[in-house]
């Protein structure tokens, strides 16, 4: 079973950063793709990031291209996400997700962490 915790939210001033981890266990992650979703009140759930585990290539979403980095660390089978330049419009709950397919929408995911909250003040 598919389990997959994140860490790292809270609570940061405008300009500041923060560094989400993502623990993944209960299975082999090779070939899969891991990564970030946020949703904000009122608002979908939208694509941050996003990262293949066996070649490393990743993907952003517009809006944090630039600000967000993603990585992983294979032994500890833990997915990063580093926010640097936080906005108040980055406030919302981050969701790490995980699927044997790429994804840049929720409904191709198939695996999903509990969720993060970040909250960014301006």
């Known amino acids: 079973q598919v389990q997959l915790v994140e860490s790292g939210g809270g609570l940061v001033q405008a300009g500041g950063s923060l560094r989400l981890s993502c623990a993944a266990s209960?299975?082999?992650?090779?070939?899969?793709?891991m990564g970030w979703f946020r949703q904000a009140p009122g608002k979908e759930r939208e694509f941050v990031a996003a990262i293949s585990w066996g070649s490393s290539i990743t993907e952003y979403a517009a809006s944090v291209k630039g600000r967000f980095t993603i990585s992983k660390d294979n032994a500890k089978t833990t997915v990063y996400l580093e926010m640097n330049s936080l906005k108040p419009e980055d406030t919302a709950v981050y969701y790490c997700?995980?699927?044997?397919?790429?994804?840049?929408?929720?409904?191709?995911?198939?695996?999903w962490g509990q969720g993060t909250q970040v909250t960014v003040s301006s």
């Open positions: 997700a995980a699927d044997p397919r790429l994804f840049n929408t929720q409904d191709k995911v198939g695996y």
């Open positions: 209960g299975r082999a992650f090779v070939g899969f793709f």
